[in-house]
């Protein structure tokens, strides 16, 4: 079992930046294959990032791509998204969640998974 608390969401100004921890517990945090995902009201819960055991090797979903990092530090088993230039269809609650699959993007591979948390981004 992996243990996944997400934290950092909140309310911010179109423009502006927020950093999303997820503090892994449990079983070797190195050993998994991590992603963020996010699901806006109404909406089916999305792909927004995902990173390989040694974070060498990173995937962004199109919408992300270039405004968004995925970072891992494995010696404190913790999970990082740095949001810049956000947008208020980034409105969403943000889920950290782990995986043994790589390149995994789809959420049906994820085994374990934090309760989220929400980030709002105002126009």
């Known amino acids: 079992q992996v243990q996944l608390v997400e934290s950092g969401g909140g309310l911010v100004q179109a423009g502006g930046s927020l950093r999303l921890s997820c503090a892994a517990s449990?079983?070797?945090?190195?050993?998994?294959?991590m992603g963020w995902f996010r699901q806006a009201p109404g909406k089916e819960r999305e792909f927004v990032a995902y990173?390989?055991?040694?974070?060498?090797?990173?995937y962004y979903s199109d919408s992300t791509k270039g405004r968004f990092t995925i970072s891992r530090d494995n010696a404190t088993s913790t999970l990082y998204l740095q949001m810049n230039s956000l947008k208020p269809e980034d409105t969403a609650v943000y889920y950290c969640a782990a995986t043994k699959f790589p390149g995994a993007r789809k959420e049906q591979a994820y085994d374990y998974w934090g309760q989220g948390t929400q980030v709002t981004v105002s126009s």
């Open positions: 990173i390989n055991w040694g974070g060498d090797n990173t």
């Open positions: 449990g079983r070797t945090f190195s050993n998994y294959l």
